[in-house]
């Protein structure tokens, strides 16, 4: 599945909901995790390619080895293995989240940085105002997320997933938004490079011919 398949299906089809409900079953968490999670972890690679999901991964493990034991033992007390394997189904999806989050934030602040240094009017005369309203629309909801889960009020108050959700979702609308304008603004951007690299090539080329005719 390639990233544009990803977003969409991140963007229109991750149930928080469902991620935050206790599943009655095993076949209710598997549907969830290969229906949501599966997709999710697969975007949250794509973008950090260099970022190894150790811990991610151990909580997958974890959740499909006590899923292993519910379905093994028979006895009345195998549903406790379904609520661990729940508790890290939960623990899962929130670290990816967090982690989309996080990783989106870094790369667009930096690529914020380095957009002001360039005049994108002639191609693109909102660009630069558009590309920070969603840059900071984004920031905001993630700042959200991120104090409410310090307060602890994840459980019974408000579905934390869904705040890390919606920040998530601000930072792949803001990725979408860069790639429709990439080419047009790497244009600019190569355009103003070279100018400057022709214009120090030139002044250094003046200070030699300087130099040579005071030496001459």
């Known amino acids: ?5 990803l977003e969409k ?16 079953t095993e076949n209710e968490l598997l549907v969830c995790y290969y229906e949501y999670t599966s997709n999710l972890y697969k975007y949250v690679r794509f973008i950090e390619k260099n970022y190894f999901l150790h811990g991610i991964s151990n909580e997958i493990r974890a959740m499909m080895g006590h899923l292993a034991d519910y379905r093994n033992k028979k006895e009345t007390n195998s549903k406790r293995n379904l609520e661990k394997a729940y508790g890290h189904f939960r623990r899962a999806n929130l670290d990816l989240l967090k982690l989309l989050c996080n990783q989106m934030d870094k790369i667009y602040f930096r690529k914020m940085q380095w957009q002001y240094k360039f005049d994108y009017r002639k191609v693109c005369n909102t660009y630069l105002l558009e590309f920070s309203q969603k840059y900071i629309c ?3 909801k993630y700042e959200v997320a991120q104090k409410e889960e310090n307060l602890g ?3 019974g108050v408000h579905n934390i997933f869904e705040l890390y959700y919606n920040a998530g979702t601000e930072y792949i609308s803001l990725k979408q938004f860069c ?3 990439e080419k047009q ?3 600019v951007q190569v355009g103003e490079i070279l100018k400057g690299v022709v214009v120090s090539s030139s002044g250094c080329f003046g200070i030699i011919v300087a130099i040579l005719q005071i030496l001459g």
């Open 1 to 5: 599945m390639n990233i544009s398949k």
């Open 153 to 155: 009020t994840d459980s």
């Open 9 to 24: 299906k991140i963007l229109t089809e991750y149930d928080c909901n469902k991620i935050d409900t206790k599943p009655s």
């Open 185 to 187: 603004i790497r244009r």
């Open 138 to 140: 984004a920031k905001q």
């Open 179 to 181: 790639d429709q304008n």
